[in-house]
């Protein structure tokens, strides 16, 4: 009977947290494993999903995974495409969806602000970075999350915001995954330690070019080789990256000084810009390549690397 009242407790810590406004579902058990929540960040209220895998009451000390939408998403529409939340249940990981601003629009499309893209993000010069840095740091103090193993994905715009979080957050973040996005920062991209990448993209995508150039929206779009080569040079690529073609899609992968692996990138010749393996969000939208599973692929990266 004790040890029921102290969980209770706990539980009701968690709900009713006076910095983050939290709404708590129960699953069958009595225990919340799933938040809505709210924090409140430069004077506006950002919110998110979160969710806890199920052994999360009986041990400590696990990953968070940080997974951005693309343009005009939302935490839920990401959850219910890529097959998020059923791979951080099985890998025993924490995973929180956060929702950009959305526009003053009649479609209230949500965006981030990564410096020269997107939408009334940037118009407005909504702070993401801080959002994304109070999110992470009030999640670690919360929830037992180990702070040395925090990492970001990120879809199309949300992907371009996990290149600026690796530059401007490379003390809190240990790896990221992009998926179908690039680099679109508009100061110079300098973190402060060298951040492992693994990076998705098909060759078909037109929305966001590979190869860059005009795309979504009219944005220009940063060439992906380009991005990976300023990283290469951050992370201490010395050597020239091996290249593999395995018919279906091209394995790159840059090396460090010490031999490590430190960039991946999967090239696929079919889907678009999409989340290969995923779902199609909309009809209207580019086909999931079929040659890789993309949220497979993030957590076998993940999975190798911390912070120091």
Request: hydrophobic share 35%; net charge neutral.
């Amino acid at each position: 009977m004790l040890r029921s009242i102290v969980r209770c407790k706990k539980l009701l810590v968690l709900c009713l947290l006076p910095a983050m406004s939290i709404s708590c579902q129960k699953s069958g058990d009595g225990k919340a494993y799933r938040f809505n929540g709210q924090v409140n960040v430069d004077g506006r209220t950002r919110t998110y999903l979160l969710n806890l895998p199920p052994n999360y009451y009986d041990t400590s000390g696990f990953a968070l995974v940080v997974a951005l939408h693309g343009f005009g998403g939302s935490a839920s529409e990401m959850e219910k495409d890529y097959g998020i939340t059923e791979k951080a249940n099985a890998e025993h990981f924490i995973v929180v969806y956060p929702e950009g601003v959305p526009s003053n629009g009649p479609l209230r499309l949500r965006t981030w602000n990564t410096g020269s893209c997107c939408g009334y993000a940037q118009d407005s010069q909504v702070d993401d970075v801080t959002f994304i840095r109070t999110l992470i740091d009030q999640l670690v103090g919360k929830y037992h999350i180990d702070p040395k193993r925090v990492y970001v994905t990120g879809m199309s715009n949300g992907a371009m915001m996990t290149y600026t979080l690796a530059a401007r957050l490379s003390d809190r973040i240990a790896a990221i995954a992009p998926v179908s996005g690039t680099m679109m920062m508009s100061e110079p991209c300098a973190p402060g330690r060298a951040v492992p990448i693994l990076h998705i993209h098909s060759q078909l995508d037109t929305k966001v070019p590979f190869a860059g150039g005009v795309g979504l929206a009219g944005y220009y779009f940063m060439p992906v080789d380009s991005t990976l080569n300023v990283w290469s040079a951050i992370d201490s690529c010395d050597t020239p990256p091996v290249v593999i073609d395995k018919g279906t899609f091209q394995f790159t992968e840059w090396k460090d000084a010490a031999g490590r692996p430190a960039i991946d990138l999967y090239l696929t010749y079919d889907g678009g810009h999409s989340w290969p393996g995923g779902q199609k969000p909309r009809e209207q939208a580019d086909p999931p390549s079929t040659a890789i599973n993309a949220t497979d692929l993030i957590w076998d990266f993940f999975q190798r690397y911390r912070l120091p």
